[in-house]
């Protein structure tokens, strides 16, 4: 008698290779690899400066957005210094490119390691503060390492700012938007993958332990204060490295943008992204950039309305107050953030035209 076969109807896992495994069918890979090959071949032939400028500018602000999910989102440690941190690494890689002269691909790893260090230092408190208290000591390294920035004038130039030389990739300059797309778009692939491969990892396991339950945890035999720091010296060395990687893009850098304002920027992303999920981390990154270039043009063209400026409005906090709107809204009705939309939409698409 014939032995009757079956088909599976979903996707089983019977090793540990498989529990792991990051794409669970070869169409997750194969669309990867298509939309890669799309982004890095169409979009610097299609698109003009201004928006290659607004997709490196994504691209550099979702590395460090991962960082921070890092932190936030799988060990459930709040960071209001994420900004500093940022402005750490850019002035660590441009004083490495000017005092040293090393060479672009030295100094970008060696100032998220440098900024790795300093935010292990800032993460002390993390072994006996949590909660609102930890989030008010990092606030406090965000101020700290704001006036280092600005008045150790004899190594950061103060005020001044610091101008970098242009990179070099085997003897040829990297200089323009389009080059540095494909710097920036292959260090964000890079950080994507490593960030993956670590939350699949004991240390990933441990994060999300210690977030859940850290007496659990501890209980466990996680030695937790360890823990805890390696989860800010990874998260500081994603800001450190994106740093670094935009005062190249920028070529000359000062210390006003790495105030609180650009910490609470990354906080937005990775709460409307979605905390606790890497591609939330590039969602956020993506909605707050473009949101930040919608509002820019918003606020210039309500400053042109007669009616509106005869009223004597002013429109520089139109920028803080929809920021906090779109967080209240998406903590209300999507705390998930845009990663869970994304998944509800890719279930759709997966079960159509048999939806549940």
Same mark, same amino acid.
């Given at each position: ?21 990051i ?34 500018s ?7 957005a ?6 936030? !989102? ?9 900004? =500093?941190?940022?402005?750490?690494g ?6 490495? =490119? ?5 060479p ?6 060696a ?5 790795? @260090? ?5 993460g ?23 006036y ?8 950061t130039? !103060?005020t ?5 030389p ?16 494909f ?7 890079? @950080? ?24 659990a945890?501890?209980?466990?035999g ?38 609180l ?11 409307? !992204? ?5 591609? !939330? ?33 002013? @429109? ?41």
């Amino acid at each position: 008698m014939k032995k009757p076969s079956f088909h599976p109807c979903g996707n089983f896992r019977e090793t540990y290779a498989e529990e792991l495994a990051i794409f669970d069918t070869w169409f997750g890979r194969v669309s990867l690899i298509v939309f890669l090959l799309l982004l890095f071949c169409l979009a610097p032939l299609m698109l003009d400066r201004y928006l290659l400028y607004i997709l490196n500018s994504i691209g550099i602000m979702a590395i460090a957005a991962i960082g921070l999910n890092i932190l936030i !989102g799988y060990t459930g440690q709040i960071s209001l210094g994420h900004g =500093a941190f940022f402005g750490v690494g850019a002035y660590a890689g441009a004083i490495l =490119a000017t005092r040293l002269n090393l060479p672009f691909f030295v100094c970008i790893p060696a100032a998220g390691l440098i900024t790795a @260090m300093v935010g292990m230092i800032f993460g002390i408190p993390s072994g006996r503060l949590k909660g609102l208290y930890l989030t008010i000591a990092t606030l406090a390294g965000q101020f700290i390492i704001e006036y280092v920035l600005i008045q150790w004038e004899s190594l950061t130039k !103060g005020t001044m700012g610091i101008t970098l030389p242009e990179p070099q990739v085997l003897g040829v300059n990297i200089s323009g938007d389009k080059a540095f797309f494909f710097l920036i778009f292959a260090c964000l692939v890079c @950080m994507t993958w490593f960030a993956v491969n670590i939350m699949r990892s004991k240390y990933g396991r441990a994060f999300v332990a210690i977030r859940d339950n850290d007496r659990a945890a501890e209980g466990m035999g996680i030695p937790i204060f360890r823990y805890k720091l390696l989860s800010f010296a990874i998260s500081s060395f994603y800001a450190g490295f994106a740093g670094s990687l935009w005062a190249y893009y920028m070529v000359s850098i000062t210390t006003e943008p790495f105030n609180l304002a650009l910490s609470v920027e990354f906080i937005a992303m990775v709460i409307i !992204g979605g905390m606790g999920n890497i591609p !939330g981390a590039i969602f956020g990154a993506t909605f707050i950039t473009v949101l930040n270039e919608l509002l820019r043009f918003a606020t210039g063209a309500l400053m042109n309305v007669g009616w509106i400026a005869g009223l004597g409005l002013n @429109m520089a906090p139109l920028r803080e107050f929809v920021f906090g709107l779109a967080i209240v809204l998406f903590i209300l009705l999507e705390p998930k953030g845009l990663a869970e939309l994304w998944r509800i939409v890719r279930s759709s698409f997966r079960l159509w035209p048999f939806s549940y």
